[in-house]
């Protein structure tokens, strides 16, 4: 009885302390939603700005955006994040963290949906091009109305990879010193000397990756229909 009462004692000192670490870790899961959310708005349409200009007929262009492709993919991100905000402002360009943190995602992971927008709208049939001409379609409406659909169907599951990642990779901003939420995770980790706080960080990134990953999935099954 006394090892049971013992171990319930323990459980409940455990929860009363993972319910008081919650308002900071919350805090931190706001910064990570907010640095997720706004590089999904900004990277996704430059994604597909860089994909036109890989296929661009204007050589510069193509070179252009190949040479920012291979630059970017080339070098890690949290050297990018490093390089924007403390290397800038040697020549006199400062930008806020969080701003940092968003040109520095932003353009990184566009570079990758650069490729994969690129492969999805290699793979469209000509035929759909020229059909679209003889109905009178402009080139815009071709693109946004016929393209653009098929090519987020064919693209769909190299993006949701891109997503998780994303989720992921948003605990690289503490090197800039944002509390996001593997940031706030470790300052409790070492002022209580415990990995509860990690451990519970972990359970909130499966809990994002899931929810994510369903979304995704209900997206696949939304253009199904393109098939």
């Known amino acids: 009885m006394g090892t049971i009462s013992e171990l319930m004692g323990n459980t409940v000192e455990l929860l009363n302390y993972v319910l008081a670490l919650l308002p900071a870790l919350m805090s931190g899961v706001v910064i990570t939603l907010k640095v997720f959310a706004f590089t999904l708005v900004l990277s996704i349409p430059l994604g597909i700005l860089v994909a036109l200009g890989r296929l ?6 193509r ?13 890690p ?13 040697m020549i006199g360009i400062v ?32 035929g759909q091009y020229e059909a ?4 009178g ?4 409406q071709t693109f946004l109305r016929v393209i653009l659909p098929q090519v987020i169907k064919r693209t769909l599951p190299a993006v949701a990879n891109e997503v998780i990642t994303l989720v992921k990779d948003t605990s690289l901003v503490y090197i800039l010193g944002l509390s ?48």
């Open 56 to 61: 661009s007929r204007l050589r510069i262009i």
């Open 63 to 75: 070179r252009l955006a190949q040479l920012y492709i291979w630059v970017v993919r080339g070098t």
């Open 77 to 89: 991100l949290l050297l990018q994040l490093i390089f924007i905000f403390f290397g800038l402002p």
């Open 95 to 126: 930008f806020s963290r969080f701003n940092s943190v968003m040109i520095a995602f932003s353009l990184n992971y566009a570079a990758y949906y650069g490729e994969i927008f690129r492969g999805g709208i290699a793979s469209i049939d000509r």
């Open 132 to 135: 679209a001409e003889m109905l």
């Open 137 to 140: 379609m402009s080139k815009r």
């Open 180 to 227: 996001e939420l593997l940031r706030a995770a470790k300052i409790a980790a070492n002022r209580d000397v415990t990995l509860a706080p990690l451990v519970v960080a972990g359970i909130f990134y499966l809990i994002l990756t899931a929810v994510f990953t369903k979304v995704l999935q209900q997206m696949e099954e939304r253009y199904a229909y393109y098939e």
